[in-house]
């Protein structure tokens, strides 16, 4: 398997323009997470799907973000409008569960700067 | 709120030094801990889990303990090695929920 894949790797767009990331989690993974990763704040959760259905979005900052799981082998998270304290690193993981999380695995991740 | 603190923040070690890496957690009510590697500008690769019934995993080189009644884990590396400089995570994830929470991250640098 190729492991989780993200597209694009890295994205420099201006402050409010639509961004939008893509993931493909690992084949047979039932468990998909975004988190965000900055300097400030360290390792964010920002949502996480179980069968694509999403479970908890708590983390999500506002609702200038959504994320979709249209199907078990694709997900996106788009930022609209973006600002630039959305720069960060945006990462996907998977993962296979027997009713648990269990181990994650993760993609090499999205860089993002809005200037 | 579960809050995970990893110490130190950076650590310098010469090669062939054995060290240990500390992450502490505020809530025990956890499902397992997991301990995970990034390298500069790219994902996570996750090293060790420990299910909370567990006191330690090993795989090669690494071996990871787990005290889930006083909050802490440790990672123990042996004989390090350069390639093992990078950036150390512990994250874990709650027993009331699939959410994996994660330290801040030590550094690594091992120096031949």
């Known amino acids: 398997d190729a492991g989780v894949i993200q597209s694009p790797r890295h994205e420099v767009t201006e402050m409010g323009q639509e961004v939008t990331l893509r993931c493909k989690p690992i084949?047979?993974?039932?468990?998909l997470f975004w988190y965000r990763q900055t300097m400030m704040r360290g390792l964010e959760l920002l949502i996480y799907?179980?069968?694509?259905?999403?479970?908890?979005d708590s983390g999500m900052p506002e609702d200038r973000f959504s994320a979709k799981m249209p199907n078990a082998s694709f997900s996106t998270l788009k930022i609209q409008p973006s600002e630039p304290r959305d720069s960060a690193v945006y990462f996907c993981?998977?993962?296979?569960?027997?009713?648990?999380?269990?181990?994650?695995?993760f993609g090499p991740g999205t860089r993002l700067t809005v200037t | 709120k579960q809050e995970v603190t990893q110490i130190p923040a950076a650590l310098s070690v010469p090669e062939g030094e054995n060290l240990v890496l500390n992450c502490s957690f505020t809530?025990?009510?956890?499902?397992?801990l997991q301990w995970f590697r990034q390298d500069p500008g790219k994902g996570l690769t996750s090293l060790l889990l420990?299910?909370?019934?567990?006191r330690e995993q090993t795989s090669g080189r690494l071996n990871a303990s787990l005290d889930k009644s006083s909050g802490r884990s440790t990672l123990y590396i042996a004989a390090s090695q350069p390639g093992d400089s990078a950036t150390y995570l512990c994250?874990?994830?709650?027993?009331?929920?699939?959410?994996?929470?994660f330290g801040e991250g030590t550094q690594l640098t091992v120096n031949p």
């Open positions: 993981a998977s993962s296979l569960s027997s009713g648990r999380v269990g181990e994650q695995y």
């Open positions: 420990i299910q909370s019934s567990q």
């Open positions: 084949s047979g993974h039932d468990y």
């Open positions: 799907f179980n069968n694509n259905v999403p479970i908890d």
């Open positions: 809530d025990s009510a956890i499902y397992n």
């Open positions: 994250a874990v994830e709650e027993a009331s929920g699939s959410r994996l929470t």
